[in-house]
């Protein structure tokens, strides 16, 4: 049997290839928050949450102006950005709200609440904030039992304040 990954691994960054970095830069700074950290030269960006080198990627190398994969093909589903609280995570749908922007869609998993929605370049993006472990819904052996419920929007927003 293969070792288990060491427990404490986690993703730490996603680097996308975009159409146009300006465009992508104003959806993942100008909506979503996230500083840029540094620019490499005309045709990549870094951004981060807080001082953290970066989180997020962005190139124009291979797809400046290029378009996104036809449905039906194989690629990234989507990135998921955890955030530390719900009111955290209500602040961000403030930002997407004000925006104009819309949401693909938006559930209570049990575990977590996501809002899910789309980049400039059509990648799917999450935003979600766990739940505390012993809240999360488990099955009569223990097991756990996520589940894909309506999420309320408008008590989310008001966690927002």
Do not use: C
Not at 16 to 34: M, Q, T
Not at 57 to 66: C, F, H, I, R, V
Not at 77 to 90: C, N, Q, V
Request: aromatic share 8%; proline share 6%; net charge negative.
């Amino acid at each position: 049997m293969t070792q288990p990954v060491n427990p404490q691994t986690r993703i730490g960054h996603v680097h996308l290839k975009v159409a146009n970095l300006e465009r992508a830069i104003a959806f993942y700074s100008g909506v979503l928050g996230f500083g840029v950290t540094q620019r490499y030269g005309q045709g990549a960006a870094f951004l981060a949450a807080g001082d953290y080198h970066h989180h997020i990627g962005l190139n124009t190398w291979e797809s400046a102006g290029g378009t996104p994969p036809p449905a039906g093909h194989t690629g990234l589903y989507h990135t998921a950005f955890l955030y530390p609280t719900r009111a955290a995570l209500g602040d961000a749908l403030k930002r997407v709200t004000q925006a104009g922007l819309t949401l693909d869609g938006a559930a209570d998993h049990g575990v977590s609440e996501a809002l899910y929605l789309r980049d400039p370049d059509e990648n799917g993006v999450e935003l979600y904030w766990d739940k505390p472990q012993a809240a999360w819904p488990r099955d009569a052996a223990g097991n756990l039992a996520m589940l894909n419920a309506p999420l309320d929007l408008k008590t989310l927003l008001a966690e927002a304040g």
